[in-house]
């Protein structure tokens, strides 16, 4: 079965489109992998026949499916859509570089007074500062 990977929290614009008028506005909700109701939301109207729901997707990493329930000419139809929550992981960085790679790429350092220990500092706070950065992303 092919469903989306979609990264948890945050929002989704979530359509229904039909080639026939719905006779109401249909429902949209989410629900966990067991069947137990996530959230439910009102659909907006965009066109006789077609809806839309602004949804906040699950913070929770799992599989999730949405279902539009709506009716047309008088009968019950569902809509079912099936997608993951995934969760991406910060990723450490790292520079392989050392004072002298630093001094050879910056020519002006080559004519400065700074240590090669005070430039091998400087660099591992960038590596910091870049690591505490991408946690954010990511957190």
Not at 23 to 31: I, T
Not at 63 to 77: D, F, L, N, P, R
Not at 87 to 109: F, G, M
């Amino acid at each position: 079965m092919v469903f989306e990977k979609l990264e948890g929290g945050g929002y989704r614009k979530f359509t229904i489109t039909s080639s026939i008028a719905f006779d109401q506005a249909p429902s949209f909700a989410f629900f966990d992998d067991s069947g137990t109701l996530v959230h439910s939301y009102t659909a907006t109207q965009s066109s006789t026949t077609a809806y839309y729901a602004f949804a906040d997707l699950p913070s929770s990493a799992g599989y999730y499916y949405y279902e539009w329930a709506y009716g047309q000419t008088s009968k019950a139809m569902v809509a079912k859509g099936l997608f993951e929550i995934v969760r991406t992981t910060a990723i450490e960085t790292d520079l392989y570089c050392d004072a002298n790679d630093v001094r050879n790429l910056y020519k002006p350092l080559s004519t400065s007074d700074l240590r090669n220990d005070e430039i091998d500092q400087f660099i591992r706070d960038i590596i910091i500062s870049i690591n505490r950065r991408m946690r954010f992303v990511h957190d």
